[in-house]
Each structure stands twice: as structure tokens, then as C-alpha cells.
T-cell receptor, first 114, second 111 residues
Framework: EAEVAQSPRYKITEKSQAVAFWCDPI?????LYWYRQILGQGPELLVQ????????DSQLPKDRFSAERLKGVDSTLKIQPAELGDSAMYLC????????????FGPGTRLTVL | GIQVEQSPPDLILQEGANSTLRCNFS?????LQWFHQNPWGQLINLFY???GTKQNGRLSATTVATERYSLLYISSSQTTDSGVYFC?????????????FGKGTHLIIQP
């Protein structure tokens, strides 16, 4: 069964360092999402891609966060510099398109900033 | 933006009991999904149900879109059903399709 892949699964870093997360969506899925989940809360959308284009990045803290999906397939989310408050689970999801919009999530990357 | 409220926030039941989880949302939706988050943090898809009723084994779900709520039913609970259940909706207005999640229902099934 096709799955969304993410790496690394766990990341520990010190504040002010740069970190990067990778996501490979289900093959054939045009839409890719990055969410952040703080402990005890539901996930919140950071950015949505349609193929290689950003559809919504209104909740992405652009002073330190960046995201790209250069070839419209896999994607990278970067934080530079990391802050203590960035400690969270970072989840990637994908769906086929607007007409078939059931989202499937990867296993997530758990980030701890010391 | 759209608001999602889940109830109850916490639920403790004995194995074998039945439960109903509720999700209220504030606007029309083009997507409604129920997830179970396992102890490792993975979101497991339970139902894609923007309207109507679906069943999968001991689980079933109903969404009444006109009244803006959805219900998740779990029958004959097992300890492996423990975890956090999330309702998430997609707003039918606008061009973005990100899901808005509720705060979840934390379910504990005791043996």
C-alpha cells in the first residue's frame, strides 16, 4: 500500500541551528501539505503545494521557515534558526487533487530544540 | 476561519463498552475526516465522510452536513482503541484545502 514517507523520524537540535525535514508523498498525489502539531493540540497547516506551486503559506513563519517542492514531487521544510518554541511534530500529508481530497499523513518528524 | 469543536475532550471506558464522539463545525465543508493518532504520533485514516454514513468493522461514522456535525461510533471497545481521535474539516470556500483540526478526544479503554 502506498504511503507518505518522511525523514528523519526524530531530530534533536540546539537553538539557533538549522534543521530540514523531507517528505515524499504518495505517487500521483499532486497536493502536498506540511502541518505542525504541538503536544496536546491538533495539527495546524503550515503550507500547501499544488504540484510545485505554493497555494497557501499564510500560517508559515516566513522569517525562519521555508518550504520548497521544486519538481512537484518530494518536498523539504527548513527552519533557520530553530527556536525553543519550534519543538513539535512536523507532519506531511498528500492528496490526489481537489476532486479526490482525502488526505493521507506520513509518520511525522518529532523535533526537539534544546 | 472555520471552527471545529470535539466532545468530549476525555473519555474513559471499560473494555466492551460503546462510545460516541462528536464533532461540530462552523461552516460548510468539502472534506471531513476522522483520524486515530497512535502512540507514535501517526495519524491513521478512519473515515473520509463529508456527508452520509459509513461503517468499517466496529467503527461507524455519520455526518449531517446541513446541521454541521459528525459522529464517530465505536462499538465493543478494545484496549487497542485507546488514543486520541481527531476530526478535521476542509473549508468549501476559497482556494486552499488544508484541514482544520479539532482539539481531539482522548479515549482510554481499560481492561
Amino acid at each position: 500500500e502506498a504511503e507518505v514517507a518522511q525523514s528523519p523520524r526524530y531530530k534533536i537540535t540546539e537553538k539557533s541551528q538549522a534543521v530540514a525535514f523531507w517528505c515524499d508523498p504518495i505517487s500521483g498525489h499532486a497536493t502536498l501539505y506540511w502541518y505542525r502539531q504541538i503536544l496536546g493540540q491538533g495539527p495546524e497547516l503550515l503550507v500547501q503545494f499544488q504540484d510545485e506551486s505554493v497555494v497557501d503559506d499564510s500560517q508559515l513563519p516566513k522569517d525562519r521557515f521555508s518550504a520548497e517542492r521544486l519538481k512537484g514531487v518530494d518536498s523539504t521544510l527548513k527552519i533557520q534558526p530553530a527556536e525553543l518554541g519550534d519543538s513539535a511534530m512536523y507532519l506531511c500529508a498528500s492528496d490526489r487533487d481537489r476532486a479526490d481530497n482525502e488526505q493521507f499523513f506520513g509518520p511525522g518528524t518529532r523535533l526537539t530544540v534544546l | 476561519g472555520i471552527q471545529v469543536e470535539q466532545s468530549p475532550p476525555d473519555l474513559i471506558l471499560q473494555e466492551g463498552a460503546n462510545s460516541t464522539l462528536r464533532c461540530n463545525f462552523s461552516d460548510s465543508v468539502n472534506n471531513l475526516q476522522w483520524f486515530h493518532q497512535n502512540p507514535w504520533g501517526q495519524l491513521i485514516n478512519l473515515f473520509y465522510i463529508p456527508s452520509g454514513t459509513k461503517q468499517n468493522g466496529r467503527l461507524s461514522a455519520t455526518t449531517v452536513a446541513t446541521e454541521r456535525y459528525s459522529l464517530l461510533y465505536i462499538s465493543s471497545s478494545q484496549t487497542t482503541d485507546s488514543g486520541v481521535y481527531f476530526c478535521a474539516v476542509g473549508d468549501s470556500g476559497g482556494g486552499a484545502d488544508g484541514l482544520t483540526f479539532g482539539k481531539g478526544t482522548h479515549l482510554i479503554i481499560q481492561p
